[in-house]
Structure formats: structure tokens, C-alpha cells
């Protein structure tokens, strides 16, 4: 039987135990219609680009054995699932071995991970603080902008009424020629 690899990103937004049940199903799933040789929950990640509104998701790696029809299934569930924000199977090739990874990769992985979300929780009250100084300047650099936008207004609604007026005038004399033919 051929060998897969899937990857499965859930909602970080989703409670502990919701995040649990959706990784469960497809666990379920996977183990009814084949066998799962491994399971590497990678835990909660930065996305590269928001997704559903989404800055966060949870990402698991599951390794399985299955029919060769069984990942098309997978792939319809997994679109119909809520809570799944991305999703991707590959097929392994032919002596491509599960190989689970090994403590100091799990222990890196890890203080990645807490690093990662370290950082962008220390940025996130940096960052809004400077925007709302910055807020203030510009809603004062607003007003005479917008001063100048209805003087601009004002200045160019005269020159468009006699414009039309004299549309209307040229207009008559061509009315006047049909007639008199």
C-alpha cells in the first residue's frame, strides 16, 4: 500500500478542545481506512499570510499508509471541515520511510515556537502604541486638507455652470438650423 503524508493547519481561534477533536477525526478517519504510522504535532505557527482573517494556525504532520483512493476522500472532508484552514497530501515515494524526529529536533522545534510567538506578543503593544501618537498628528494634518478640497470645490463649481450654459447655447443655433430645413 502506497505511503502519505498529510498536512493539516486548524484555527488557532479554535478552544483546546474543538482543536483536539478536529486533529481527532481525521486521526480517526486516517486509522478506519488505513494505518497511521506517525503523528508530529507541531503546535501553534505565524502564518506567511492571513487566511480567513487569520494571522495563527495550529499545524499537525500525520503520516499514514492507505489505498490509493482513500487521499482523495481525506481531501473532500478536510474541505467541508470547519476549523481547517489549509490542508495539503502528499504521496511518498517508494522507500521513503517514516522517520520520527528525534528529541533534540522536537526540543528545537519547540523553543522555536516559543521564541516565535515571544517575539510577535513583545511586538504587538510596541507597535500599537507609536500608531496611536502617530493618529493624532495626522487627523490635525487632515482638516486643512480638507478646508482646501472645499474651497477647490467652490472654486470649480462657477466655471462649470457657464460652461453648460454656453453648451446650451451653441446647442439652439444647430436646433434652429434643423428646423428651418
Same mark, same amino acid.
Request: without cysteine; negative net charge; aromatic residues 4%.
Given at each position: 500500500?502506497?505511503?502519505?503524508?498529510?498536512?493539516? *493547519?486548524?484555527?488557532?481561534?479554535?478552544?483546546?478542545?474543538?482543536?483536539?477533536?478536529?486533529?481527532?477525526?481525521?486521526?480517526?478517519? /486516517?486509522?478506519?481506512?488505513?494505518?497511521?504510522?506517525?503523528? =508530529?504535532?507541531?503546535?501553534?505557527?505565524?502564518?506567511?499570510?492571513? /487566511?480567513?482573517?487569520?494571522?495563527?494556525?495550529? $499545524?499537525?504532520? *500525520?503520516?499514514?499508509?492507505?489505498?490509493?483512493?482513500?487521499?482523495?476522500?481525506?481531501?473532500?472532508? $478536510?474541505? /467541508?471541515?470547519?476549523?481547517?484552514?489549509?490542508?495539503?497530501? /502528499?504521496?511518498?515515494?517508494?522507500?521513503? +520511510?517514516?522517520? #520520527?524526529?528525534?528529541? =533534540?529536533?522536537? %526540543?528545537?522545534?519547540?523553543? &522555536?515556537?516559543?521564541?516565535?510567538?515571544? &517575539?510577535?506578543?513583545?511586538?504587538? #503593544?510596541?507597535?500599537?502604541?507609536?500608531?496611536?501618537?502617530?493618529?493624532? #498628528?495626522?487627523?490635525?494634518?487632515?482638516? #486643512? &486638507? %480638507? +478646508?482646501?478640497?472645499?474651497?477647490?470645490?467652490?472654486?470649480?463649481?462657477?466655471?462649470? =455652470?457657464?460652461?453648460? =450654459?454656453?453648451? &446650451?447655447?451653441?446647442?439652439?443655433?444647430?436646433? +434652429?438650423?434643423? +428646423?428651418?430645413?
Amino acid at each position: 500500500m502506497p505511503k502519505y503524508e498529510t498536512m493539516l *493547519i486548524t484555527s488557532a481561534t479554535l478552544d483546546e478542545e474543538a482543536a483536539v477533536a478536529v486533529v481527532e477525526k481525521f486521526k480517526t478517519l /486516517i486509522s478506519a481506512n488505513g494505518e497511521i504510522d506517525g503523528v =508530529e504535532e507541531w503546535g501553534k505557527r505565524r502564518l506567511a499570510y492571513p /487566511i480567513n482573517k487569520e494571522n495563527d494556525g495550529v $499545524y499537525t504532520l *500525520i503520516h499514514f499508509t492507505s489505498g490509493p483512493d482513500f487521499p482523495s476522500e481525506l481531501d473532500r472532508v $478536510y474541505k /467541508i471541515t470547519d476549523g481547517v484552514l489549509r490542508s495539503l497530501i /502528499i504521496a511518498k515515494l517508494p522507500g521513503q +520511510e517514516y522517520v #520520527p524526529p528525534s528529541a =533534540e529536533d522536537v %526540543a528545537a522545534r519547540e523553543r &522555536a515556537a516559543a521564541e516565535t510567538a515571544a &517575539a510577535v506578543d513583545a511586538a504587538k #503593544p510596541a507597535a500599537a502604541e507609536p500608531a496611536v501618537e502617530q493618529a493624532a #498628528p495626522e487627523a490635525v494634518a487632515e482638516e #486643512p &486638507a %480638507a +478646508e482646501e478640497a472645499v474651497a477647490t470645490e467652490e472654486a470649480a463649481e462657477p466655471a462649470a =455652470e457657464p460652461a453648460a =450654459e454656453e453648451t &446650451a447655447e451653441a446647442a439652439a443655433p444647430a436646433e +434652429e438650423k434643423k +428646423e428651418a430645413e
